[in-house]
Nanobody
Framework: QVQLVESGGGLVQAGGSLRLSCLAS????????MGWFRQAPGKEREFVAA????????YYANSVKGRFTISRDNAKNTVALQMNSLKPEDTAVYYC???????????????WGQGTQVTVSS
């Protein structure tokens, strides 16, 4: 089973940018679909973005489309989430997810990291 460690969270002003990274352990990374979810205080965990093992199929939540970009580097076993034009409503703990099936990732059924806090001040 792949283990995931997120990093890159922090405090940023509205309109700013952050880049999250997720480091995956294990030899199955190259065949794993990856995704990002987030959970704000008092709210359910929600989908943010996902991409297939090849990186050719990408999904975004409507709320982040045009502002966030998901990418992967199979040589480094990492998946990144570039977040631009951040808004206070983007404040949440961001989680990385992985599974061999992108459908399972999209349905929040994959493995999880411990999360990284993103706080956007107004």
């Amino acid at each position: 089973q792949v283990q995931l460690v997120e990093s890159g969270g922090g405090l940023v002003q509205a309109g700013g940018s952050l880049r999250l990274s997720c480091l995956a352990s294990g030899r199955t990374f190259n065949s794993a679909a990856m995704g990002w979810f987030r959970q704000a205080p008092g709210k359910e965990r929600e989908f943010v973005a996902a991409l297939s093992a090849s990186g050719s199929v990408i999904y975004y939540a409507n709320s982040v489309k045009g502002r966030f970009t998901i990418s992967r580097d199979n040589a480094k076993n990492t998946v990144a989430l570039q977040m631009n034009s951040l808004k206070p409503e983007d404040t949440a703990v961001y989680y990385c997810s992985a599974d061999s099936s992108i459908k399972i990732v999209l349905n929040a059924g994959g493995s999880w990291g411990q999360g990284t806090q993103v706080t956007v001040s107004s």
